[in-house]
């Protein structure tokens, strides 16, 4: 059965002496917040019925919203198949992981029928690595390389089980300015490590806190000064400049996070800054953490090369310093010159 929303558009149907009433299409497949296993799915439609006799084509749209503004695809003239059922697929791949919303109307002469109700579908839910972009949903696998003991938990994402275990992506090229972000579940108080790393960057697989360009957030645990807070570090290209909380800042941000909460951590870059943002629930969930700090003039670019971007750290297998959080699961990951696709891994989420 089909989705129905308030119509987003008045009707248009003409219908003086000698033009077609005709009467919308009905949608035919995918069902309704269907899981496809495409980019490209074919929507089809019962055909439309008319008043009169005569030619009609389809207009499909399709928008990862349900207002349809803006719309992704649209797509009109699309020729009436003679067995009562009209399909229509897209010449590019849909964005992937993501809940898409798509209607039909059809066209006889100068008669345009209403909008037909809207429907759901949700797109093959598979990652992308490329310049500037890379997507991670975590779901039963990984772009990325997996070091130590982690696992699959089903529906939920990639779990890492010890301090010395990680994953990490090695990017085709550094991204200098940008954004690194995902959802986290598993935190809790009263961690087994001083500064357990949540996601954390530098130039290469060699020891993070040796590197130029030592990038981690943190939520510490035991004798983390002070238990319980919310840190990060960023080098800036140089061992002596670091961009990271002063005690008090870290006194006012102690946390007691809840293990079995969502939490969406995201880290933004640019020349001269780091900013760290921690959402309650998800990307749009409420804000419980949100700090920036600015390098001092002179300083930078954040350029590390090669860029390597890790879930965790690999700081504890040099017995560095801590390392990764034990027991935390990890997904739906944006790795992007630009910001996340705000409909990015809708697809994994229930409906708002």
Known sequence: ???????????????????????????DAPADDQQLTTLRPTLTVRNATSSQAGTRTYEFQVADNPNFSPVAVSKAGVAEDASGR??????????????????????????????????????????FSRPGALYDPLIDESLGTRVGSTTFVPGKGLRIESETSYLYYQLPQTV??????????????????????????????????????????????????PNNCISFKAVWGDLNIKLEPDLGQRTASVQSLDPTRTYFWQGSWTATSFRLVIRD????????????????????????????????????????????????????????SGPRPASLGSALRPVQ
């Not at 149907?13 to 000698?18: A, T």
């Not at 360009?213 to 939520?219: F, K, M, P, T």
């Not at 700081?315 to 990951?333: D, L, M």
């Open 281 to 336: 629930g998800g990307a749009a969930g409420t804000v419980l953490y949100d700090r920036t700090i600015t390098a001092p003039a002179g300083s930078g670019p954040y350029a590390p090369s090669p860029h390597v971007a890790y879930l965790g750290a690999n700081s504890a297998v040099f017995n560095t310093e801590t390392g990764s959080w034990p027991g935390v699961t990890y997904r739906n990951v944006w790795l992007g």
């Open 176 to 225: 200098s300015s940008g954004e690194f972000s995902m959802e986290v579940e598993g935190l809790r108080a009263n961690g087994p490590g001083q500064k357990l790393k949540i996601f954390s960057m530098m130039d290469g697989t060699g020891d993070l806190i040796s590197s130029r360009y030592q990038l981690s957030a943190q939520y510490r645990g035991v004798n983390g000064n």
């Open 86 to 127: 009209t399909g229509y697929s897209p010449d590019l791949d849909l964005q992937s992981a993501t809940r898409f919303y798509w209607r039909s109307r059809a066209v006889q002469g100068t008669a345009i029928s209403n909008w037909s109700a809207t429907g759901r579908f949700r797109t093959r839910i598979v990652g």
């Open 1 to 27: 059965m089909a989705f129905v929303l308030p119509a987003c558009a008045k009707s248009n149907v003409l219908s003086p002496s000698g033009v077609a009433n005709v009467a919308p299409p009905t949608l």
